[in-house]
T-cell receptor
Framework: GAVVSQHPSWVICKSGTSVKIECRSL??????MFWYRQFPKQSLMLMAT?????????EQGVEKDKFLINHASLTLSTLTVTSAHPEDSSFYIC??????????????FGPGTRLLVL | SQQGEEDPQALSIQEGENATMNCSYK?????LQWYRQNSGRGLVHLIL?????REKHSGRLRVTLDTSKKSSSLLITASRAADTASYFC??????????FGAGTTVTVRA
């Protein structure tokens, strides 16, 4: 149980285009989803927290107009990198927690999406 | 923001040996969690220890927590080649947001 998927697993795009990444909880309802960014050989940095049906909360230094997050249902959150530039190239990972489940403090992570902007 | 510091940054051991890594943090926490990440993959949740717990076991994993020193350790006993990965500690300060440490890269030699 507690499986989270991400799509696509990798994407290459041209500078200036927008890229959408999907995060789905497959067998539980994700009351909260989190988006992280990870640079090579570095740790994960929390970008934003999204709760179903409400606006995402962004961490300091993360541009909300650049990284659009939508959490339209209890099983799906999307991250759209708008007008992507080479410096946006990174590994994006989502996680989800089941606020009604027994293990409310545990986050279940997706496999990540590698973005390369040329 | 990142509040965890981990050491060592990298660890190379022989199969069958034990691996110990440490994590220190700065602020009060509700719980501390350990995750494993294989190269280029997502994170796998290993174990969660609450602030009122001092030690926890799960299979070959043993985690300790010392809130007075704001530190935690992860011990992997009888390591296997499949344990080769990066290990991260993450703290939850009671808002479900996780703040990750820098990670320890563990290499288990056959």
């Amino acid at each position: 149980g507690a499986v989270v998927s991400q799509h696509p697993s990798w994407v290459i795009c041209k500078s200036g285009t927008s890229v959408k990444i999907e995060c789905r909880s497959l067998d539980f309802q994700a009351t909260t989803m989190f988006w992280y960014r990870q640079f090579p050989k570095q740790s994960l940095m929390l970008m934003a927290t999204s709760n179903e049906g409400s606006k995402a909360t962004y961490e300091q230094g993360v541009e909300k107009d650049k990284f659009l997050i939508n959490h339209a249902s209890l099983t799906l959150s999307t991250l759209t990198v708008t007008s992507a530039h080479p410096e946006d190239s990174s590994f994006y990972i989502c996680s989800a927690r089941d606020g009604s489940g027994r293990h409310q403090e545990t986050q279940y992570f997706g496999p990540g999406t590698r973005l390369l902007v040329l | 923001s990142q509040q965890g510091e981990e050491d060592p940054q990298a660890l190379s051991i022989q199969e069958g040996e034990n691996a110990t890594m440490n994590c220190s943090y700065k602020t009060s926490i509700n719980n501390l969690q350990w995750y494993r990440q294989n190269s280029g993959r997502g994170l796998v949740h290993l174990i969660l220890i609450r602030s009122n717990e001092r030690e926890k076991h799960s299979g070959r994993l043993r985690v300790t927590l010392d809130t007075s020193k704001k530190s935690s350790s992860l011990l992997i006993t009888a390591s296997r080649a499949a344990d080769t990965a990066s290990y991260f500690c993450a703290t939850d300060a009671n808002d479900y947001k996780l703040s990750f440490g820098a990670g320890t890269t563990v290499t288990v030699r056959a």
